[in-house]
Every structure is written in structure tokens, then in C-alpha cells.
């Protein structure tokens, strides 16, 4: 095998090594930051609401959907969120069922990791 292939060769497997999993980022999964200052959080069906309660939800790959908790402002409203990019998702508050997109979504957009 030539010098040269084998270089190409390992270096592809090198760079493909290297790339990020992108599998989290495709997904609803992560933080989330509305323009307002409210945030929230989806690991799978688990998450921390804008009001900050832990809760679970109906969970698909890009769609997550929940019922705002007690003790929060809107409690016992539908939520739909889809996600529409890698850094976006819409949010309906107040489907009558949590399936349906009614009115205008908001846009809500990843957080952006702080530092210090």
C-alpha cells in the first residue's frame, strides 16, 4: 500500500475521530433561553421548567410537550415545543390539546454557555 494512501487513511479516520457527536445537539435535549430572561432545561422526558420545577413531559426526538405544574404562572396549560433548528425550538402555550400549534409559537433559542 502506498505512503500516500495510507496517510489520507489515517488521517480521514483521524478527522472523523475528532468531530463532535452531533446526536445531543440534533435532538430538543439541552437548555433553552427565551429573549425575556426565562430558561429551561429537557433531558429526555425530565426537565426543569421556566419557574424552575423539575417535571417530566411527552418526549420525542424534536418535539417535547408538557402541562405547566401548580405553583407556576399558567399552571394546568398545554405547552408544545418543537424544535426547528439545532438552535431554535417554538414554543405554543395554551393548545387546548398539546398536539395542536395554535397562534403565534415564541422563539426560543439554546443558551449560551457562560463563563467567568
Given at each position: 500500500?502506498?505512503?500516500?494512501?495510507?496517510?489520507?487513511?489515517?488521517?480521514?479516520?483521524?478527522?472523523?475521530?475528532?468531530?463532535?457527536?452531533?446526536?445531543?445537539?440534533?435532538?430538543?435535549?439541552?437548555?433553552?433561553?427565551?429573549?425575556?430572561?426565562?430558561?429551561?432545561?429537557?433531558?429526555?422526558?425530565?426537565?426543569?421548567?421556566?419557574?424552575?420545577?423539575?417535571?417530566?413531559?411527552?418526549?420525542?426526538?424534536?418535539?417535547f410537550r408538557y402541562t405547566i405544574p401548580g405553583g407556576?404562572a399558567g399552571a394546568g396549560t398545554h405547552v408544545l415545543?418543537?424544535?426547528?433548528?439545532?438552535?431554535?425550538?417554538?414554543?405554543?402555550?395554551?393548545?387546548?390539546?398539546?398536539?395542536?400549534?395554535?397562534?403565534?409559537?415564541?422563539?426560543?433559542?439554546?443558551?449560551?454557555?457562560?463563563?467567568?
Amino acid at each position: 500500500m502506498p505512503f500516500r494512501f495510507r496517510f489520507h487513511s489515517i488521517l480521514v479516520v483521524v478527522l472523523l475521530l475528532a468531530v463532535p457527536d452531533p446526536a445531543r445537539a440534533d435532538a430538543v435535549d439541552g437548555d433553552w433561553c427565551f429573549k425575556d430572561g426565562r430558561s429551561l432545561s429537557i433531558d429526555g422526558p425530565n426537565m426543569i421548567t421556566p419557574g424552575g420545577q423539575a417535571h417530566t413531559g411527552e418526549y420525542e426526538r424534536h418535539v417535547f410537550r408538557y402541562t405547566i405544574p401548580g405553583g407556576e404562572a399558567g399552571a394546568g396549560t398545554h405547552v408544545l415545543m418543537v424544535q426547528w433548528s439545532e438552535q431554535e425550538i417554538r414554543v405554543w402555550q395554551g393548545a387546548r390539546k398539546p398536539v395542536r400549534r395554535e397562534g403565534e409559537p415564541e422563539i426560543w433559542r439554546r443558551c449560551q454557555l457562560r463563563t467567568s
